[in-house]
């Protein structure tokens, strides 16, 4: 069976930090853009970071650029996500997603695989 699982969300005050991971099981993830992306409650899903297959390119929203991080390490088959100085409107579901297209996940559209997700509550 094909799938991505999300680990690592939490509680955390304001400011602190969380590593959210996205590990593939039932296939290898070296082929694959992976993507992060978060919904908050009754608000519309939105992309947060991009890597490609190599690592070498990634691609940041602007609300998270110098916060979060996207890497990966294809021998242990797992994205990552660094999320530091985090703040309440951080809070959200964040879903891992595969797609073998940059610009498909730059866009946030036709994507493969998804995640089921893990919850980030970022509050005092």
């Known amino acids: 069976q094909l799938q991505l699982v999300e680990s690592g969300g939490g509680l955390v005050q304001p400011g602190g930090s969380l590593r959210l991971s996205c590990a593939a099981s039932?296939?290898?993830?070296?082929?694959?853009?992976i993507g992060w992306f978060r919904q908050a409650p009754g608000k519309e899903r939105e992309g947060v970071s991009c890597?490609?297959?190599?690592?070498?390119?990634?691609d940041v929203t602007d609300s998270v650029k110098g916060r979060f991080t996207i890497s990966r390490d294809n021998a242990k088959n797992t994205v990552y996500l660094q999320m530091n100085s985090l703040k309440p409107e951080d809070t959200a579901v964040y879903y891992c997603?595969?797609?073998?297209?940059?610009?498909?996940?730059?866009?946030?559209?036709?994507?493969?695989?998804w995640g089921k997700g893990t919850q980030v509550t970022v509050s005092v």
């Open positions: 997603a595969a797609t073998p297209s940059f610009r498909q996940c730059v866009l946030g559209v036709g994507m493969d695989y």
């Open positions: 039932g296939f290898t993830l070296d082929r694959y853009v």
């Open positions: 890597i490609n297959s190599s690592g070498v390119s990634t």
